[in-house]
C-alpha cells in the first residue's frame, strides 16, 4: 500500500512557476512507477508526466514538454513536478499516483493503483 499527499499548488501569474510535491508513505514507493495527472473544470483527466522507480525513464505529455520537470528522491519518498512558464491552460488540479510495485511507468490513468487527494493549481492571465 501507498499513500500519496500532495502540496506545493496555489495560484501564480501566467510565465511564473511552482513547485508541486507528492509525500509518500508505506513501504514500496521507491519500487513504485510514479505519474503526474490533471483535471480541469468540465474535462477529463489528462496525464501530465511520469517517472520510472529507477529514473532510468521519464515521460511527458507534449503540452509540458520542455517547461515541467518531474523527479523522485527516494530516500525521501517524494516525487516532485517542477513547473515553470506556466499558462493559464494549465489551471487544474493536479494529482499523483503510483503504480503497483514493479510495474512499468505509464501515461494511462487506469493503469496506477494509487492516488493523492490532489492540489489546486491556478494559472492567471
Known amino acids: 500500500q501507498v499513500q500519496l499527499v500532495e502540496s506545493g499548488g496555489g495560484l501564480v501569474q501566467a510565465g511564473g512557476s511552482l513547485r508541486l510535491s507528492c509525500a509518500a508513505s508505506?513501504?514500496?514507493?521507491?519500487?513504485?512507477?510514479m505519474g503526474w495527472f490533471r483535471q480541469a473544470p468540465g474535462k477529463e483527466r489528462e496525464f501530465v508526466a511520469a517517472i520510472e522507480r529507477s529514473i532510468s525513464k521519464i515521460y511527458y505529455a507534449d503540452s509540458v514538454k520542455g517547461r515541467f520537470t518531474i523527479s523522485r528522491d527516494n530516500a525521501k519518498n517524494t516525487g516532485y513536478l517542477q513547473m515553470n512558464s506556466l499558462k493559464p491552460e494549465d489551471t487544474a488540479v493536479y494529482y499523483c499516483?503510483?503504480?503497483?510495485?514493479?510495474?512499468?511507468?505509464?501515461?494511462?490513468?487506469?493503469?496506477?493503483?494509487?492516488w493523492g487527494q490532489g492540489t489546486q493549481v491556478t494559472v492567471s492571465s
Open positions: 499516483a503510483a503504480q503497483r510495485k514493479y510495474y512499468s511507468v505509464s501515461p494511462h490513468s487506469d493503469e496506477y493503483a494509487y
Open positions: 508505506g513501504d514500496t514507493f521507491s519500487s513504485s512507477a
